[in-house]
């Protein structure tokens, strides 16, 4: 039952469950010989069980005391879903609309956007391990791999910081692949990346990306959230000098993660309503079977305790009530 208490010395005072087998509580009323009395199999029986409740109810009084409480547990268990991390870009442009420019009450910034569907997705994946990252000039750990949908929430609300000017998306997936670390394989592993641009990627980062993602067994998929008038990732220089990862970083990143040598899918999304169809794709394509360990809380007793106590407490008292006096 996995049992612990918080106050172990208190269960000294178990000892005082001794004192009903001693004396029953009850008047003694003076008679004659009782040898001649017959044998009361009933009357013995009830003294007995006023004994054990007795017994019990200074039980639970001690225990309550002491703190009785079941300890975390955790519970293996088998569901459909993923680990996810989801790696959110917080550069300045992304407090910007799709069309460009600054929200000014009818459009909604791409930020706020993908908070909005991102939460409506973790709603949805119910028995998903997620967790939260975000980068711009430094990578940032919002949330580890829980169940802890609630919290995951929480974690997401809380990327509507201010952002910054810089994009360095290479931290950032360093970041979010380290979040697998120590973790058993027990099913998909997702990094999901939400950004409306890219940089380049030196060399030496590229070679850990690739081992790395190749160590881990991780999926990538990137939503590119693509401001109006932008270049795509998609899109092909149409002037050979601008075929360059300066020029070019949206389609030269795109590149890279096609040679990663892991899974991958791209989606170029140029407005929410984009957005929400690249979102429920992905719930729909990442729904495997796949195995999780559920943590069971510590739950607190000692409310039974006391309630038990109290309720055989109740019941002696009544018997004490209806004790004829003589």
Not at 100 to 121: C, I, M, Q, V, Y
Request: glycine share 6%.
């Amino acid at each position: 039952m996995n049992l612990a208490v918080n106050s172990p010395w208190a269960l000294t005072g178990l000892v005082l469950t001794l004192l009903p087998l001693f004396n029953n509580g009850m008047r003694a009323s003076p008679a004659p010989w009782t040898s001649l009395i017959p044998a009361d199999t009933l009357s013995a029986f009830v003294v007995c069980c006023l004994r054990l409740c007795a017994v019990a109810a200074i039980a639970g009084l001690v225990l309550g005391i002491a703190g009785l409480h079941r300890t975390e547990q955790s519970q293996e268990r088998i569901g459909h879903g993923a680990h996810i991390v989801l790696l959110l870009d917080r550069s300045s442009s992304m407090d910007n609309t799709f069309a460009g420019r600054a929200p000014n009450g009818s459009d909604e910034s791409k930020a706020t956007a993908a908070r909005r569907l991102l939460t409506d997705f973790v709603k949805q994946r119910q028995t998903d391990l997620i967790g939260v990252a975000e980068y711009s000039t430094s990578p940032l750990f919002v949330m580890p791999l829980t169940e802890n949908k609630n919290a995951v929430q929480a974690a997401i609300a809380a990327t509507a910081t201010p952002a910054l000017g810089f994009t360095h998306v290479s931290k950032g997936l360093g970041m979010a692949i380290s979040f697998f670390e120590q973790q058993p394989v027990t099913g998909s592993r997702i990094v999901l990346l939400v950004s409306d641009g890219a940089a380049a990627i030196d060399h030496d980062s590229e070679q850990k990306l690739r081992l790395w993602f190749k160590q881990q067994q991780v999926r990538l998929y990137w939503i590119f959230l693509r401001t109006a008038g932008s270049p795509g990732i998609f899109d092909q220089p149409e002037d050979s000098r601008d075929d360059n990862a300066g020029a070019m970083p949206e389609l030269y990143l795109h590149k890279f993660f096609l040679e990663l040598g892991s899974p991958y899918q791209a989606y170029e999304a140029e407005s929410p309503d984009a957005l929400k169809q690249a979102i429920a794709d992905i719930n729909r394509l990442e729904n495997l079977p796949m195995h999780y360990v559920e943590r069971i809380p510590k739950q607190d007793l000692s409310a039974v305790c006391y309630s038990v106590a109290a309720f055989l407490l109740l019941i002696l008292l009544s018997v004490k009530f209806f004790e004829v006096k003589r």
